[in-house]
């Protein structure tokens, strides 16, 4: 491990990385935890467990393979619409067009979303969303959407849940 360890400082010198958290985790337990670094280039601060990092786009591929898990196991259906698992959305009836499979390939109308998302609370994503209008019909045009994937990771999560 100490090799590991070594080689990975050396990388983040090379390329200049502040830091990094790793997790190695099976089947909830946790195989190693280590944290390497600073958090904040000004004041030096070490890197902490609790600090959190922006991972942005890097949550989709984990969102899809969650979706499509559930789906795989019946628990959800590509074809239903996002309405039956978030309902605040089935105020809207084009919102009831959306599907999970659109939502999943960026084919749901929606707008991209904010870049500043993290200001906002989860009640105050989901009026942003249901209160906007869609940009086309669903199924018609791509438009790389950080709202859908949004609704994605809030849908089994939703007190409709499956």
């Given at each position: 491990?100490?090799?590991l ?61 969650a ?21 605040k ?18 084919i ?15 009640k ?7 209160s906007?209008?869609l ?28």
């Open positions: 491990m100490n090799d360890l070594t080689d990975l400082q050396h990388r983040m010198r090379v390329r200049q990385i502040p830091g990094l958290s790793i997790r190695v985790a099976e089947n909830g337990n946790n195989l190693f935890n280590c944290e390497l670094g600073v958090s904040d280039l000004s004041s030096g601060e070490r890197l902490e467990p609790t600090h959190l990092f922006r991972i942005g786009c890097l949550t989709k591929p984990i969102v899809a393979h979706v499509l898990h559930l789906a795989s196991q019946g628990r959800l259906d590509l074809d239903d619409s996002i309405a039956i698992y978030i309902p959305l089935a105020t809207r009836p084009e919102f009831c067009s959306i599907t999970i499979g659109h939502l999943l390939s960026h749901a109308g929606l707008a991209r979303g904010p870049y500043d998302a993290h200001l906002y609370s989860d105050d994503t989901l009026l942003r969303i249901s906007s209008q940009l086309f019909v669903p199924g018609e045009h791509f438009k790389y959407s950080n709202w859908g994937y949004y609704l994605l990771g809030v849908c089994p999560t939703s007190p409709a849940q499956i």
